[in-house]
């Protein structure tokens, strides 16, 4: 499971002008977290109402005793996804301590978890590929009453721009393409499915804040299912995504400042 049941707790950033929401705080506006145990307490009802369990005790001990077990079970059922939740925003950040240790260190390491070492290994070859090199790691940047937190800047060779690409995202194609050097925002991601819609939100926002010329920005996946990194490019949307993240922050000042946090920090409506 990506993490999206259960954000992690409201972050803030310290300006002259007071505190500010990171972007994922931000994003969390777009959840109904109310709507997570609403959502696994029916699907337990269901089950219960659908299993006619009663009608086929027999009163033996030993039925009692896998009737207590199974509602047991479903009781668990009703809360696993905060677990489920917790342990993904836990294993993204054990993923991003290793690349980030990769990046100061340029050492491999083999994890004696098999998932975590498949992931790391098509990782570092991915960043072979490309010749990657860090011009900024976990760096806090700022923007218009946000922050946040970039996981990488760098120069990298821009493989993933085919003819086909280009031809669909509207960017002149030419021999050696490939081979060029750019400057690319990249934010990682760890899930099985497929790209949630806020991610590409969340790194425009960052791309705006981030103080350098950047020609791209992408999320690099580490995707659970394939046991493969995957980077996506998402700058053909960069402008219509800022101005969908700008109007996240502009609601989630208005829904907040009511409350009487961070009443001196005001943004350009």
């Known amino acids: 499971m990506d993490i999206k049941f259960g954000r992690k707790e409201p972050r803030f950033y310290p300006t002259q002008n007071g505190m500010v929401p990171s972007a994922t705080t931000v994003l969390s506006v777009l959840n109904k977290p109310m709507l997570m145990p609403w959502a696994a307490n029916c699907a337990v009802d269901y089950v219960i109402d659908k299993s006619d369990v009663n009608s086929t005790l027999s009163g033996e001990l030993g039925t009692w005793k896998c009737y207590d077990a199974y509602c047991h079970i479903l009781d668990e059922a009703r809360t696993a996804y905060k677990r489920e939740s917790k342990e993904s925003m836990n294993y993204g ?10 990046f100061e260190t340029g050492t491999e390491i083999e994890s004696p978890h098999e998932m975590t070492d498949k992931l790391m290994k098509s990782f570092y070859v991915w960043y072979k590929k490309h010749s990657v090199v860090p011009l900024e790691t976990e760096t806090a940047v700022y923007g218009d009453s946000y922050a946040g937190r970039v996981d990488l800047v760098c120069l990298m060779r821009q493989y993933w721009m085919s003819k086909k690409w280009c031809e669909n995202n509207g960017y002149e194609w030419h021999r050696g393409i490939e081979k060029e050097r750019t400057v690319i925002l990249i934010d990682f991601k760890t899930g099985k499915g497929s790209y949630y819609t806020d991610w590409p939100l969340q790194i425009a926002g960052y791309r705006k804040a981030v103080p350098f010329d950047l020609n791209h920005h992408g999320i690099l996946k580490f995707n659970k299912e394939t046991m493969k990194v995957n980077f996506k490019c998402f700058s053909p949307s960069y402008e219509n995504d800022y101005k969908s993240f700008m109007d996240l922050v502009r609601f989630y000042w ?16």
Not at 97 to 102: A, P, S, V
């Open 93 to 102: 950040t054990y993923i991003h301590t290793l690349c980030k240790y990769y």
């Open 254 to 269: 208005r829904q907040n400042q009511w409350k009487g946090k961070n009443e001196n920090v005001h943004i350009t409506m």
